[in-house]
């Protein structure tokens, strides 16, 4: 791991590095720590939506414009879960293909974890990674649908939803946890029929929404933009970019934004921190007793409160063996 070498801008020595965090090696956890002071300068933007409505080719043309004004722009592809992940990106790099040989674009994909967990954590600290290798934007795409891809949106600071019109029930797809996470929404596929329908539906919902979202936060807030886009020939990609600049400044500038900040760290931390815990509690526990407890639930000869003292127990026990007194 050769620090030197990714700062001063080594394609090969950053994939590396990006490689042993994906893997959790112990070593690229420690460049993290070294480098985590220069982190904290890029924007984190995250893009999620359903399969096929148009991410990739969306951040690709923001890509492009970003890099029109001179900033350097890293993607991170998550794709965990899909059988089809491998042709994705390979469609993925097709829809690319214009920013390939730019230095000032670094795509990687990332389709390894599936742990519970642990796949957002791989995606925080890969992007982290990427602000501390002096990327200004990195773009977390993800296929929103359920809850592991809402915790992967929750790495980014600006998360953009895309919709499109033809996509199954309008309305249905898009699920009150999705809503909650965008910062901005986009109706792609502005060129095909229904795309005005789509919008109308989204305003309506976000409208009730938003009346939920002040009710919570005092002061300041943001209003969620519902934007459209034709990604395949650019309609709409500027409007995207500022509304993504906007809400940086509404981050940077009003206490919301400092709060909002903070607790995206706090539950980093928290599911760092419980992963953590659990990792320590199954160091020499037998995970057949589980097995043996849920069994015993199930047949109802004892309750799940009672399963889980009897499973502490019996770790306590081990713990006590296995260290001295
Ligand atoms: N007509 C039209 N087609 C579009 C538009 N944007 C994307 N497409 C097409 O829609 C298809 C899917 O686009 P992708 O960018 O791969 O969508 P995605 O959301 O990244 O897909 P997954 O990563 O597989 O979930 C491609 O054939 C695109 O060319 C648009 O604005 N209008
Ligand atoms: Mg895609």
Same mark, same amino acid.
């Given at each position: 791991?050769?620090?030197?070498?990714?700062?001063?801008?080594?394609?090969?020595?950053?994939?590396?590095?990006?490689?042993?965090?994906?893997?959790?090696?112990?070593?690229?956890?420690?460049?993290?720590?070294?480098?985590?002071?220069?982190?904290?300068? *890029?924007? #984190?933007?995250? %893009?999620?939506? $359903?399969?096929?409505? @148009?991410?990739?080719?969306?951040?690709? =043309? !923001?890509?492009? +414009?970003?890099?029109?004004?001179?900033?350097?722009?890293?993607?991170?592809?998550?794709?965990?879960?899909?059988?089809?992940?491998?042709?994705?990106?390979?469609?993925?790099?097709?829809?690319?293909?214009?920013?390939?040989?730019?230095?000032?674009?670094?795509?990687?994909?990332?389709?390894?974890?599936?742990?519970?967990?642990?796949?957002?954590?791989?995606?925080?600290?890969?992007?982290?990674?990427?602000?501390?290798?002096?990327?200004?934007?990195?773009?977390?795409?993800?296929?929103?649908?359920?809850?592991?891809?809402?915790?992967?949106?929750?790495?980014?600071?600006?998360?953009?939803?895309?919709?499109?019109?033809?996509?199954?029930?309008?309305?249905?797809?898009?699920?009150?946890?999705?809503?909650?996470? *965008?910062? #901005?929404?986009? %109706?792609?596929? $502005?060129?095909?029929? @229904?795309?005005?329908?789509?919008?109308? =539906? !989204?305003?309506? +919902?976000?409208?009730?929404?938003?009346?939920?979202?002040?009710?919570?936060?005092?002061?300041?807030?943001?209003?969620?933009?519902?934007?459209?886009?034709?990604?395949?020939?650019?309609?709409?990609?500027?409007?995207?970019?500022?509304?993504?600049?906007?809400?940086?400044?509404?981050?940077?500038?009003?206490?919301?934004?400092?709060?909002?900040?903070?607790?995206?760290?706090?539950?980093?931390?928290?599911?760092?921190?419980?992963?953590?815990?659990?990792?320590?509690?199954?160091?020499?526990?037998?995970?057949?007793?589980?097995?043996?407890?849920?069994?015993?639930?199930?047949?109802?000869?004892?309750?799940?409160?009672?399963?889980?003292?009897?499973?502490?127990?019996?770790?306590?026990?081990?713990?006590?063996?296995?260290?001295?007194?």
């Amino acid at each position: 791991m050769d620090i030197d070498r990714i700062l001063a801008g080594d394609r090969r020595a950053l994939a590396r590095w990006l490689t042993a965090l994906e893997a959790e090696r112990p070593e690229a956890q420690a460049v993290l720590s070294a480098l985590y002071a220069r982190t904290g300068n *890029a924007h #984190l933007v995250g %893009v999620t939506g $359903a399969p096929g409505s @148009g991410k990739s080719t969306l951040v690709a =043309a !923001l890509a492009r +414009a970003w890099r029109a004004r001179g900033q350097t722009v890293a993607v991170l592809a998550v794709d965990p879960s899909s059988p089809f992940s491998g042709g994705a990106i390979l469609g993925d790099r097709v829809r690319m293909q214009s920013l390939a040989g730019d230095p000032g674009v670094f795509i990687r994909s990332m389709a390894s974890r599936g742990t519970l967990g642990g796949l957002a954590a791989t995606t925080a600290d890969l992007a982290r990674a990427l602000d501390a290798a002096g990327f200004a934007l990195v773009v977390i795409e993800t296929v929103g649908a359920g809850q592991s891809e809402i915790d992967v949106a929750r790495a980014a600071q600006t998360t953009i939803v895309i919709e499109a019109p033809g996509l199954g029930d309008d309305v249905q797809a898009i699920k009150a946890g999705i809503l909650e996470i *965008a910062d #901005l929404l986009v %109706v792609n596929k $502005a060129d095909q029929p @229904g795309a005005d329908a789509t919008a109308r =539906a !989204l305003k309506a +919902a976000l409208e009730l929404e938003q009346a939920a979202r002040v009710n919570t936060s005092q002061g300041s807030h943001w209003s969620v933009p519902v934007l459209s886009t034709v990604a395949t020939n650019g309609r709409g990609v500027e409007e995207v970019l500022a509304a993504v600049a906007a809400h940086r400044s509404f981050l940077k500038e009003t206490p919301h934004g400092s709060d909002r900040e903070r607790q995206r760290i706090r539950r980093e931390l928290e599911s760092r921190l419980r992963q953590r815990v659990w990792q320590h509690f199954t160091v020499d526990f037998e995970m057949s007793v589980l097995e043996e407890l849920a069994a015993k639930v199930c047949a109802r000869e004892i309750d799940l409160e009672s399963a889980v003292k009897s499973a502490l127990s019996s770790r306590r026990t081990n713990e006590s063996e296995s260290s001295p007194p």
